[in-house]
């Protein structure tokens, strides 16, 4: 495991110098890559039993989830803006709340973005995700650290800021390196020393100034447009609606399993991760850490939550389904999940989480996600014996 230092960025920062820009371009969309009747279905578990009602309950939480990111995120744009019309310290703080609403939509909605409805397109997929949020990261990429004041891109005044030349940056030094994303506009809106990085004064240092103005607003916007397309991939009567069940199935299932498998128990929940706190964080420059661990729990929460008829389509597909992974067992151990990442502090995993309150969570996420795992596990049925 590799802890996030101010040496790797400097490294980092040096190499990009004597490389070559590779070419890269946005993503295309799912729309874009080759018609899904062309593909072979990628394999998967076959329905055990019927699962129509769960795969539209899937869409619609999706299509709520959107919705709520959008709301949440609208804001920040306006917000960034105003700050860099006025840069004080109230309105950065306005700025910083809307991130930090904006993120934690993502967190939220980012159960719906891991696997795509067409297998030829996955990989454009996987771009969107990392154009969007890249976990670790280290910060120095982008911009000044307390000891080498003149890193990142916003001091590589030999390149010019445009967003073709940002995306040819991302992540091409290693996977840690974003030039684009949430960690971008989280870098630079939280360097809070405005006399620093945010007040033109005439002199020397106000090209950087300049640039890190220019940088801010073209990662806003491009994360917003991302963001955007992310939430239109659920709209209409296409992709997920019109595949076969047993697609639904594979994309939901596995869907869930990678959000809490990989994005809470592997990344967050790693046993190192209080040791090492700025590579397992999800919101390190930023904090309020749980918060954001938290709201990654909440699209698992949505499906098991019960309508006013009283059962949830996830809860109605488990119990037809048979097996000792049930809604009550399910909903238990998600409780459990959540109860314990909220007993932890508000910053974690960094604040220094007390021994047994830490081992707790991580017990309490890995047997959520043993449990989530055990869904996509074929199953003998009366037919079948």
């Not at 910053?347 to 220094?352: E, F, L, Q, S």
């Amino acid at each position: 495991m590799r802890l996030v230092t101010p040496a790797h960025a400097l490294l980092a920062l040096l190499t990009l110098v004597l490389m070559g820009c590779s070419s890269s371009n946005e993503p295309a969309t799912e729309a874009e890559a080759q018609d899904p009747s062309t593909q072979p279905e990628q394999a998967g578990p076959e329905p055990d039993v019927q699962f129509a009602g769960l795969a539209r309950a899937f869409q619609a939480q999706a299509e709520t989830a959107g919705e709520a990111m959008q709301s949440a995120c609208q804001p920040l744009g306006s917000a960034v803006q105003a700050f860099l019309d006025n840069p004080e310290t109230g309105l950065q703080s306005d700025a910083q709340s809307a991130w930090h609403a904006c993120y934690e939509g993502w967190q939220a909605f980012s159960l719906f973005h891991r696997v795509a409805f067409n297998p030829a397109a996955q990989e454009a997929l996987n771009r969107s995700r990392r154009l969007i949020n890249v976990r670790p990261f280290l910060p120095g990429y982008v911009d000044a650290l307390p000891d080498y004041p003149y890193s990142g891109l916003v001091h590589e005044t030999g390149m010019d800021l445009t967003l073709n030349n940002l995306l040819e940056q991302h992540q091409l030094l290693d996977l840690e390196s974003p030039a684009l994303g949430f960690p971008v506009v989280e870098t630079l809106l939280w360097q809070t020393d405005l006399n620093t990085y945010w007040l033109i004064s005439g002199e020397d240092g106000d090209l950087t100034i300049t640039r890190r103005y220019q940088y801010m607003t073209l990662a806003t916007e491009h994360l917003l447009q991302q963001l955007e397309q992310a939430r239109q991939r659920w709209s209409g009567q296409i992709g997920f609606t019109g595949l076969p069940e047993p697609a639904q199935q594979r994309i939901v299932l596995t869907s869930l399993d990678q959000q809490i498998r990989q994005d809470l128990l592997q990344l967050a929940f790693a046993d190192d991760a209080p040791q090492e706190p700025d590579w397992h964080h999800p919101s390190v420059v930023a904090g309020q850490g749980k918060r954001h661990l938290l709201a990654r729990l909440a699209g698992l929460e949505a499906l098991l939550d019960s309508p006013d008829e009283g059962v949830s389509a996830l809860e109605s597909w488990l119990e037809r389904r048979g097996g000792p992974v049930t809604a009550e067992t399910l909903g238990n151990q998600l409780t459990a999940a959540v109860d314990a990442v909220t007993a932890l502090p508000e910053n974690a995993p960094a604040g220094d989480p007390e021994a047994e309150a830490w081992q707790q969570a991580v017990a309490a996420v890995t047997g959520l996600a043993d449990q989530v795992s055990q869904l996509g596990s074929p199953l003998e049925t009366e037919d079948s014996q």
